[in-house]
T-cell receptor, first 112, second 116 residues
Framework: QKEVEQNSGPLSVPEGAIASLNCTYS??????FFWYRQYSGKSPELIMS????GDKEDGRFTAQLNKASQYVSLLIRDSQPSDSATYLC????????????FGPGTRLSVLP | EAGVVQSPRYKIIEKKQPVAFWCNPI?????LYWYLQNLGQGPELLIR????????DSQLPKDRFSAERLKGVDSTLKIQPAELGDSAVYLC??????????????FGPGTRLTVL
């Protein structure tokens, strides 16, 4: 099992809908979780970090963490075409030397 | 506040040639990372520095790759000689301190390397 897994997509949603991106991780003691957005040809941009179980909201973005299920998700409300990008989940993993470990990313396409 | 700076942005070389990438992290960030990213994949760690010390270089192909961070600020990653399979985007990132409870990592724009 890979350390961090994500659905590769592409995930297509209509403009104005809620986009739901999922990530699972294998290191039970991971404490820090991050979502990055990466536009084509650009570098990853940090959009959310979450450290405690539950929800964390920032504008149209909500990160949800469930450590018992080893699951972290990102919800994007009122999706816009400008949200079309690849979303990378990252975990600081003890089993990998306390390094950031990235999933393969989920490509999101918001259709006008 | 200035972000992570990398140069060059693009590099095209022939195989067996050397190449070097430079990175200047966000001011005050002690931890510096070099990643490799292939198309359609997430970044993969090559080396992590805490100040001037390379604390994890287990994924760095040491037969051809080398890195340094002499004064604990900017860093250079070198490949000599380059191979066709080294074509990728090389990303530099920095974070305040991995021991911090709220450690967030920020990326530079990357260097796109093409080996012909």
């Amino acid at each position: 099992q890979k350390e961090v897994e994500q659905n590769s997509g592409p995930l297509s949603v209509p403009e104005g809908a809620i986009a739901s991106l999922n990530c699972t991780y294998s290191d039970r003691v991971s404490q820090s979780f991050f979502w990055y957005r990466q536009y084509s040809g650009k570098s990853p941009e940090l959009i959310m970090s979450i450290y405690s179980n539950g929800d964390k909201e920032d504008g149209r973005f909500t990160a949800q963490l469930n450590k018992a299920s080893q699951y972290v998700s990102l919800l994007i409300r009122d999706s816009q075409p400008s949200d079309s990008a690849t979303y990378l989940c990252a975990v600081i993993a003890r089993d990998y030397g306390q390094n950031f470990v990235f999933g393969p990313g989920t490509r999101l396409s918001v259709l006008p | 506040e200035a972000g992570v700076v990398q140069s060059p942005r693009y590099k095209i070389i022939e195989k067996k040639q050397p190449v070097a990438f430079w990175c200047n992290p966000i001011s005050g960030h002690n931890t510096l990372y070099w990643y490799l990213q292939n198309l359609g994949q997430g970044p993969e760690l090559l080396i992590r520095y805490e100040n001037e010390e390379a604390v994890d270089d287990s994924q760095l192909p040491k037969d051809r790759f080398s890195a340094e961070r002499l004064k604990g600020v900017d860093s250079t990653l070198k490949i000599q000689p380059a191979e066709l399979g080294d074509s990728a985007v090389y990303l530099c990132a920095s974070s305040p301190d991995l021991r911090s409870s709220y450690n967030e990592q920020f990326f530079g724009p990357g260097t796109r390397l093409t080996v012909l």
